[in-house]
Every structure is written in structure tokens, then in C-alpha cells.
Nanobody, 114 residues
């Protein structure tokens, strides 16, 4: 059974930083690991993903502020959030894909106050 355990969310002031972590169990050699987010009243959107080989994809709105990394040996993916803005407020979901299978974490709140 695949489990994704997320940590690191919380409340921060604008301009602050957070580091999100996601540990995956029950799955190996995930081709893509990353993060999505969903703000109130909006659709879930890609934040950042990284392939096993290290290729990354970022939403334009977070480029230069967020950095994704992963530890393949530990099956973990991280997201460093810097220069946070109120518009970054959302529920952040860990995302793991292996072949045609996609798995989601439960989500955790990131709230940025002005």
C-alpha cells in the first residue's frame, strides 16, 4: 500500500520561508515526485515536479522562489518555499507517479499572512 506522509506546512508571514517534506512508502522508483496546490475556490495546480533523473518543472508563479529536491534513496521529496506571498496560500499536496499510477498525499495547509 502506497502512503505519502507530508510535513512542514503552517502559517508564515509574507516574505518568510517554509520547507515541505513528503516521505513515500510502498513505492519504489517513482518516475515523478512533486507538489501541487489548491487554493480556495480554485482548481488544483502544479507547483513543482522532479523526475528521477533530476529534471524539474515549475509553475511560472513560483519560479525563482520555490526549489524542489528529492532523495531517491529515501523516497522523499522536498519543496523549499522562499519569499512567500499571500497568494501562495493553499493546501499543498505531495504527488508521486510511477508508470500510469498516480498517488496523492492528504494535503497540508500553507497560509501566508500579509
Amino acid at each position: 500500500q502506497v502512503q505519502l506522509v507530508e510535513s512542514g506546512g503552517g502559517l508564515v508571514q509574507a516574505g518568510g520561508s517554509l520547507r515541505l517534506s513528503c516521505a513515500a512508502s510502498g513505492i519504489f522508483s517513482a518516475s515523478i515526485m512533486g507538489w501541487y496546490r489548491q487554493a480556495p475556490g480554485k482548481e488544483r495546480e502544479l507547483v513543482a515536479t522532479m523526475t528521477t533523473g533530476g529534471s524539474t518543472d515549475y509553475a511560472d508563479s513560483v519560479k525563482g522562489r520555490f526549489t524542489i529536491s528529492r532523495d531517491n534513496a529515501k523516497n522523499k521529496v522536498y519543496l523549499q518555499l522562499n519569499s512567500l506571498k499571500p497568494e501562495d496560500t493553499a493546501v499543498y499536496y505531495c504527488y508521486v507517479r510511477r508508470d500510469a499510477n498516480v498517488y496523492w498525499g492528504q494535503g497540508m495547509q500553507v497560509a501566508v499572512s500579509a
